[in-house]
């Protein structure tokens, strides 16, 4: 029996606010469209993709340390605002062996200079950015990639 892929999507803070806040910058598509988007690549995919959203640090930490012993192959992760400060929640990304690969909707290159410092992609493989909710698929064709690679 052939078992799928196990990947974890992690949104942090306000990613839930998506098609409410800042649509200038973050589109208008709400956080629903991406829940749907990402369940179609799963299903594409033949891999089992669980969305975990949380405003809370301690949750987003507690969730990537569970991953460790769940059985989850890759991580997406979207760390919200915390991308910028958030040294806990790089330790807990740094403490998992798995492919992970930071997303953001922005291109945070082009915006305020804080959000131009992540301390959580040097725990990653990878950061994309500037690619909207798109961006979400292309971090999860990156993880397949490099865990059949």
Do not use: W
């Not at 804080?114 to 979400?136: H, M, N, W």
Request: aromatic content about 8%.
């Amino acid at each position: 029996m052939v078992t799928k892929m196990k990947l974890l999507v992690i949104n942090g803070p306000n990613i839930n606010f998506l098609g409410i806040r800042e649509k200038s910058v973050y589109g208008t598509q709400d956080y629903d469209a991406l829940l749907q988007m990402i369940a179609k690549k799963g299903q594409e995919e033949n891999c089992t993709i669980e969305v975990f959203q949380s405003n809370h640090e301690g949750a987003i930490i507690d969730r990537i340390q569970d991953s460790y012993f769940d059985g989850t192959e890759g991580i997406v992760i979207n760390p919200g605002a915390y991308t910028h400060y958030s040294y806990a929640i790089r330790d807990a990304l740094a403490s998992v062996t798995v492919p992970k690969v930071e997303i953001h909707i922005s291109n945070i290159m082009e915006r305020e200079e804080f959000r131009k410092v992540s301390v959580t992609a040097p725990a990653c493989d990878k950061q994309i950015y500037g690619e909207g909710l798109q961006g979400y698929l292309m971090a999860i064709d990156h993880i397949l990639t490099m865990t059949t690679a």
